[in-house]
């Protein structure tokens, strides 16, 4: 039997979250454990229910889907972010991506298509619409890392390890490391010492 992929939606339109439910309720390895209204609720029921996956919304009330998405990692770097957006929210996804979002689909993309995204990042994978893809490419702005992943990376900068790092800022090392992987992701680096270097080559880390 197939693991169940839970998963959690956040969007303020009742409707969208009635057709998301349903496409849920549908797939056999998926089920539905709760609905956020706003992005503050999201985080909330994260951290509550802890999904393997959280469709998001960008625009909505309390906190937009780019905050609450840098507010989940913050605490649970390994959480999994799908986004939902339409076009003209270009810096609000970059945001979220920025902080770690796991992928990104227009909101129109076929029932398959969002389906097979939904299993791609249950197994780790990034999925990027073409569209999200191409606006993304056309900007040029640097990395934003979050000031929990600078903290760390400026740790990491000094030479310390990950258990280190984990007594001086009072988390897991496992959560370290979790920060550890969502930095090299943003910055295309495959080690600590390339990270570094990007960082600084970049000017986010002295």
Known sequence: MNRQIKILLADDHQVVRMGLAAIIAAESDMSLVGEANDGAEA???????????????????????ATATADILETNPDAKILILTTFGESDEMKQAMDAGATGALIKDTPREELVAAIRKVADGQ??????????????????????????VLGYAAKGLTSKAISSKMGITADCVNGHLRAIFAHLNATSRTEAVATAMRLGLIA
């Open 43 to 65: 985080v909330a029921l994260t951290r509550k229910l802890a999904p393997d996956i959280v469709l998001m919304d960008l625009m909505m009330p309390q906190k937009d889907g």
């Open 126 to 151: 990034k999925v990027v619409s073409p569209e999200i893809a191409h606006v993304l490419a056309t900007r040029t702005e640097r990395p934003q890392l979050s000031p929990r992943q600078l903290e």
